[in-house]
């Protein structure tokens, strides 16, 4: 689809999907190799995945993640993608309305994966976006768990496991190995299950950062413990192949998942072309890795670029497909009512974000947007979020006209709400970057169809009104649209209102 066949569709910047790397991905899917159809693969097979998969997905994670010793075949489970992996091992490692603790901003549909099957709880840690003295924003520490774990266990609440990100979702951060060693330690120390989700593994694009997998400690604090999460959705952009793995050295853990897994199988023709790509190490490192890395890197350049030229602040991370944004100068009140306000916003201009909501996120304003898709489609989606803050920003000055004509003064509101008016007239302008690096003012697919989409009218009701009285000042609608012209145009409305009129008052 070109950038002419857009129309009037939604452009979606809210799924996490990349959509760089599709070409070559297709290509080496055509290849001779991919198409071979064996009588075992179209029997039954081990669902916890043939043979040759497993034995395939342990050489490329010893490799990729630079195992200290060969990983272990009989320990690889290979399911129909990650949400299935949660489903599963949540239902394995805990009962009814235990706990599993989760550092939040998290990957939202987590929620839905994890209490599908088990009835279990999810336990949030919010990390606060302020940085204080911390070292960045949205900084996750081991006392930060330890708070929210132990309000839980005053509740009432048995915890059983942890969910860690990295890299993260949506927060693009990239933990070192000393932070997940310490966050490891405090699981064994408090003897939960550790879900190591490391599904963004390779999509690191800045070769200033490194990423390092648990698989490759030298010693894990817990092994029976721990479980590391990884599929091809996101490293190799195929989201719609639906295919994870989950490595754990826990055998009893491994045995329970193979009774469970008869729903959540790969299809036997898939399971060899998984395996045939994963076994390409030549075009993997000297094609698509490479490519892949410095696809992404662009189109980070584009969007933060767009940001800054916009003024708002954004988390400049290294990985993933999205960037972080901080959008809290644009509601009038820092609620989650006010930022849903802003995403129907953004929607009625036909470009969807993902807001912090959905992502848990303590504090109002935040949204994740993807910019791992076409150079035009990420540009047309951010000029249309420009116009609908143009939008926000002029009902705001014709708001404030209005209050004052009606007044015959200025009005003198809170300090809060001057310094945000202030912010919001600084719409096309860059603003000063933080003193904090990493939070920052720097650095033939699909496009959403909707059919006569529309916004609640209350939602909108305020933008709406400071945008008809500017263009009715500003135009002739006045002398247009006189009620001699209504009353001809529209004689049986104009009746009904002449007699409301002329009722007398009671």
């Known amino acids: 689809m070109s950038a002419g066949d857009i129309g009037e569709g939604i452009i979606n910047l809210g799924t996490s999907e990349n959509k760089l790397s599709l070409d070559l991905l297709s290509k080496r899917l055509m290849q001779s190799d991919m198409f071979q159809v064996e009588p075992p693969l179209l029997q039954y097979p081990d669902w916890r995945g ?119 979702n949506p927060l693009g951060d990239v933990y070192s190995p000393s932070e997940m060693q310490e966050l490891l330690e405090f699981a064994k120390r408090e003897e939960l299950h550790a879900i190591i989700d490391e599904i963004y593994m390779l999509s690191v694009f800045d070769e200033t950062t490194t990423f390092h997998s648990v698989l490759s400690f030298s010693k894990l604090p817990d092994p029976q413990r721990t479980h590391v999460l990884w599929g091809i959705s996101k490293d190799f952009a195929a989201s719609g192949i639906r295919v994870g793995t989950l490595y754990s050295e826990n055998s009893d853990v491994i045995c329970a998942l193979g009774e469970v897994l008869t729903f959540h199988g790969v299809p036997g023709t898939i399971q060899h072309q998984v395996a045939q790509l994963l076994h390409d190490r030549d075009w993997i490192n000297q094609v698509y890795l490479p490519t892949n890395r410095a696809r992404l890197k662009t189109a980070h350049h584009l969007l933060a670029s767009e940001l800054k030229g916009l003024g708002i602040p954004f988390l400049n991370r290294p990985s993933g ?176 209102f002449s007699k409301l009129i002329d009722r007398p008052k009671e």
Not at 61 to 85: D, I
Not at 364 to 379: E, L, M, S, T
Request: some cysteine; aromatic content about 10%.
């Open 50 to 168: 043939h043979l040759f998969l497993r034995e395939e997905v342990a050489r490329f994670l010893t490799y990729y993640c630079k195992a200290p010793t060969p990983l272990k075949p009989q320990n690889v489970v290979v399911v129909n993608g990650c949400s299935s992996l949660y489903c599963l091992i949540a239902t394995v490692l805990c009962d009814p309305d235990d706990g599993i603790l989760i550092p939040t901003p998290f990957y939202g549909a987590i929620t839905e994966d994890v209490t599908l099957y088990s009835g279990v709880r999810m336990v949030y840690a919010h990390i606060d976006c302020q940085s204080g003295s911390e070292d960045r924003p949205f900084h996750l520490t081991v006392e930060k768990l330890e708070r929210a774990l132990e309000e839980a266990r005053q509740e009432g609440i048995n915890v059983r496991a942890i969910i860690l990100i990295n890299p993260h």
């Open 321 to 496: 497909f999205f960037i972080w944004a901080d959008f809290r100068k644009y509601l009038r009140e820092e609620t989650f009512e006010e930022e849903r306000t802003l995403w129907r916003l953004f929607l009625r201009y036909k470009v969807l974000l993902s807001c912090g909501k959905a992502f848990e996120c303590s504090t109002p304003g935040w949204f994740r947007i993807v910019f791992a898709d076409k150079a035009y489609r990420v540009q047309l989606g951010m000029q249309r979020l420009r116009e609908a803050l143009a939008e926000l920003n002029q009902g705001d000055q014709s708001e404030d006209r209005n209050k004052i004509n009606k007044s015959g003064k200025e009005r003198k509101p809170r300090e809060e709400g001057r310094t945000k008016a202030a912010n919001r007239k600084k719409l096309s302008q860059a603003e000063t970057k933080s003193q904090d690096p990493h939070f920052s003012l720097d650095e033939d697919d699909d496009v959403v169809q909707v059919s006569c989409l529309s916004v609640p009218p209350a939602a909108e009701l305020d933008s709406l009104i400071g945008v008809l009285r500017q263009k009715m000042r500003s135009s002739d609608w006045l002398e247009k649209n006189t009620p001699e012209l209504f009353a001809q145009d529209n004689p049986e409305v104009f009746e009904v």
